[in-house]
C-alpha cells in the first residue's frame, strides 16, 4: 500500500525531521499544523512497527473534524482491501505492522484519568495552549516504556489559552526550572506566509488576517507571544525602554519610597494554589505601586503550601522588619474575606492575629475589582497610569499579562489560571477606588511629555499634586 502525504512546506519539512523530546511547532493561524501532525503520525507507525501514538485535542467534536475524518480518508480506511484498521469504539487505528493511534480529548482535569493506565511512545498534543499545564503534565506521563522507540511530544499550538505561559516559557522565551534540561525543547515557528498551499490558494484569508484588529493580527497573523485572543488586561505594558521616564509603562525601576506615602499589604490564600502578599504604596495623588512582594510558589524550597500560617507570618514580620521600604512603617493589611471563615473553630485571620500580623477584610466584589484594574492600568494624554510595579516584584508581572476571561463567566478572569497576586492586588485597588477615565489615548511615542518630569513627581516632589 502506498500512502501519498503531500508535499510539505520548509517548516512542515523541519517538523516532520525533528528529534527532540519536547517539539512545538506553529504559533499563529494557517501554519500547516494539522496537516504536519497527521504525516508525522502516519511516518512514525510505518517506520517503527509496534509503537504507540496518541493524538490529543480539547474536544471530541475537534479531534474527529481535525484528525479521525481526515485520517480516514487519506488512508482509505473501510475501502475494501485497506490493511489499516479503525475501531470507533476504542478511538484506535491499527496498521498492519502492529502500530497503533490512540486518539484522545481531554477539556477538563478529571479527563485526564482515563489515561493514568495508558502507556504511548510518542504523544501529540494538538492546539496545546488550549489544555492546562496540568493537563499536559498529567498526559506527558503517558509516555513511557521499555522499548526501543522514539519518546517524544509534539505540541502544535497558537498563542492565548490557558497554558499561554507556560508554553511560552518553554518554548519561546525559554526559561527552565531545575527539572527542565533545555537541550530537550524546539520551537518552529510557522507563521501562513510559510504555508505555500494555503498562500496560493486563498490569498482571501491572508488579507482577513492581514484587516484584524491589533492584538488579533498579532497573535494570529505575526505569532506574537505578547498578544493573545482572551487577554484580559490589553493595557498592559512592560516595557524597559521606558522604566526610567515611567511613560507609557507599568514596569518601573525599584526606588525609595518617600516617608509620607502610605502603605499597605494585600494577601490571598492558597489552598489548591500558591498564596500570594504584596506590599504596596499610595501616593499624593492615589497612583498605587507594587514595591515588594512574596509569592507562595510550591515549586520554590520551603515556601508554598507546605508552609503553616504562622510561618507565613513569621516570614512577612521578618520581611516588613528588614526591607528599607516597609520597615519601621505602620502598614495595613488587607486580604480575602474568605480567611475569616472557618468551620473548626479558629479561622486563618485568627492565626494570624495571633502572630501578630493584622488584616482587614478586602471587597470581594470581583466585576468592580476587575474594573478597577482596568481604570488603573489605563494611561492619561501624557501616558501616565495610576499603578505601577516596581520591576523586582517578578511573579506578578509574569502572570498579569497571562490571565484570561472565563469562557463560562465571561465578565471575570478564569479563576483556574494563577491569580492569587491579581486577588490581593484587587483588594488593594478596591480599598482606594478610582472613577473612569474617558476617551484614554492609546499608546503613541509621539505623545507629548507631561508639564513635570515623571521621575521628579514621585521622587522629588512627593508632597505636589500634577493631575
Given at each position: 500500500?502506498?500512502?501519498?502525504?503531500?508535499?510539505?512546506?520548509?517548516?512542515?519539512?523541519?517538523?516532520?525531521?525533528?528529534?527532540?523530546?519536547?517539539?512545538?511547532?506553529?504559533?499563529?493561524?494557517?501554519?500547516?499544523?494539522?496537516?504536519?501532525?497527521?504525516?508525522?503520525?502516519?511516518?512514525?507507525?510505518?517506520?517503527?512497527?509496534?509503537?504507540?501514538?496518541?493524538?490529543?485535542?480539547?474536544?471530541?467534536?475537534?479531534?474527529?473534524?481535525?484528525?479521525?475524518?481526515?485520517?480516514?480518508?487519506?488512508?482509505?480506511?473501510?475501502?475494501?482491501?485497506?490493511?489499516?484498521?479503525?475501531?470507533?469504539?476504542?478511538?484506535?487505528?491499527?496498521?498492519?505492522?502492529?502500530s497503533t493511534i490512540l486518539f484522545g480529548y481531554c477539556n477538563t482535569d478529571a479527563d485526564t484519568d482515563?489515561?493514568?493506565?495508558?502507556?504511548?511512545?510518542?504523544?501529540?498534543?494538538?492546539?496545546?495552549?488550549?489544555?492546562?499545564e496540568q493537563q499536559i503534565k498529567d498526559l506527558n506521563a503517558c509516555v513511557r516504556g521499555t522499548s526501543n522507540f522514539p519518546r517524544r511530544t509534539y505540541y502544535t499550538c497558537n498563542p492565548g489559552g490557558k497554558s499561554h505561559g507556560y508554553i511560552k516559557r518553554l518554548f519561546v522565551t525559554r526559561e527552565y526550572q531545575s527539572n527542565e534540561h533545555p537541550e530537550d525543547y524546539s520551537f518552529i515557528q510557522s507563521l501562513?506566509?510559510?504555508?505555500?498551499?494555503?498562500?496560493?490558494?486563498?490569498?482571501?484569508?491572508?488579507?482577513?488576517?492581514?484587516?484584524?484588529?491589533?492584538?488579533?493580527?498579532?497573535?494570529?497573523?505575526?505569532?506574537?507571544?505578547?498578544?493573545?485572543?482572551?487577554?484580559?488586561?490589553?493595557?498592559?505594558?512592560?516595557?524597559?525602554?521606558?522604566?526610567?521616564?515611567?511613560?507609557?509603562?507599568?514596569?518601573?525601576?525599584?526606588?525609595?519610597?518617600?516617608?509620607?506615602?502610605?502603605?499597605?499589604?494585600g494577601y490571598d490564600h492558597g489552598y489548591s494554589k500558591p498564596f500570594?502578599?504584596?506590599?504596596?504604596?499610595?501616593?499624593?495623588?492615589?497612583?498605587?505601586?507594587?514595591?515588594?512582594?512574596?509569592?507562595?510558589?510550591?515549586?520554590?524550597?520551603?515556601?508554598?503550601?507546605?508552609?503553616?500560617?504562622?510561618?507565613?507570618?513569621?516570614?512577612?514580620?521578618?520581611?516588613?522588619?528588614?526591607?528599607?521600604?516597609?520597615?519601621?512603617r505602620k502598614i495595613l493589611g488587607i486580604a480575602d474575606p474568605a480567611i475569616w471563615g472557618s468551620d473548626t473553630g479558629e479561622s486563618i485571620e485568627d492565626m494570624f492575629e495571633a502572630c501578630g500580623v493584622y488584616f482587614d477584610k478586602g471587597d470581594h466584589t470581583r466585576l468592580a475589582g476587575l474594573m478597577q484594574f482596568h481604570y488603573r492600568l489605563s494611561f492619561d494624554q501624557y501616558g501616565l497610569p495610576m499603578f505601577y510595579v516596581f520591576k523586582s516584584c517578578t511573579h506578578f508581572i509574569r502572570c498579569i499579562p497571562l490571565l484570561i476571561y472565563d469562557e463560562h463567566n465571561v465578565e471575570d478572569i478564569d479563576t483556574?489560571?494563577?491569580?492569587?497576586?491579581?486577588?490581593?492586588?484587587?483588594?488593594?485597588?478596591?480599598?482606594?477606588p478610582l472613577n473612569p477615565r474617558k476617551n484614554m489615548p492609546k499608546y503613541d511615542e509621539t505623545t507629548p511629555l507631561p508639564p513635570e518630569d515623571p521621575l521628579n513627581l514621585v521622587t522629588v516632589k512627593p508632597e505636589r499634586s500634577y493631575r
Open positions: 500500500m502506498q500512502i501519498d502525504l503531500g508535499r510539505p512546506n520548509k517548516k512542515q519539512r523541519l517538523f516532520l525531521t525533528e528529534r527532540h523530546r519536547h517539539v512545538a511547532f506553529g504559533g499563529a493561524r494557517g501554519g500547516g499544523k494539522s496537516w504536519a501532525i497527521r504525516a508525522k503520525a502516519i511516518a512514525l507507525a510505518v517506520k517503527w512497527p509496534g509503537i504507540q501514538i496518541m493524538i490529543i485535542r480539547r474536544t471530541y467534536p475537534e479531534l474527529q473534524a481535525n484528525h479521525i475524518r481526515p485520517l480516514k480518508k487519506l488512508l482509505h480506511i473501510g475501502v475494501k482491501g485497506c490493511p489499516i484498521k479503525y475501531n470507533d469504539s476504542n478511538k484506535i487505528m491499527t496498521f498492519p505492522n502492529g482515563r489515561y493514568q493506565g495508558t502507556e504511548v511512545d510518542v504523544l501529540f498534543l494538538d492546539e496545546a495552549t488550549q489544555l492546562t501562513v506566509y510559510d504555508n505555500d498551499v494555503l498562500m496560493a490558494n486563498d490569498p482571501d484569508y491572508v488579507r482577513s488576517l492581514e484587516a484584524l484588529p491589533e492584538a488579533k493580527r498579532k497573535a494570529w497573523l505575526e505569532g506574537d507571544w505578547d498578544s493573545f485572543i482572551g487577554q484580559v488586561f490589553t493595557e498592559w505594558r512592560n516595557d524597559p525602554a521606558h522604566y526610567k521616564d515611567r511613560l507609557w509603562t507599568h514596569v518601573i525601576d525599584d526606588f525609595d519610597i518617600p516617608p509620607s506615602w502610605k502603605i499597605y499589604r500570594s502578599v504584596g506590599w504596596f504604596a499610595v501616593d499624593h495623588d492615589a497612583r498605587i505601586y507594587r514595591i515588594r512582594e512574596w509569592y507562595g510558589c510550591t515549586g520554590e524550597p520551603n515556601v508554598g503550601l507546605q508552609l503553616t500560617v504562622q510561618e507565613i507570618a513569621r516570614h512577612i514580620k521578618e520581611i516588613e522588619s528588614t526591607d528599607p521600604n516597609l520597615k519601621g483556574t489560571m494563577e491569580d492569587h497576586n491579581y486577588d490581593e492586588a484587587r483588594y488593594i485597588f478596591m480599598a482606594h
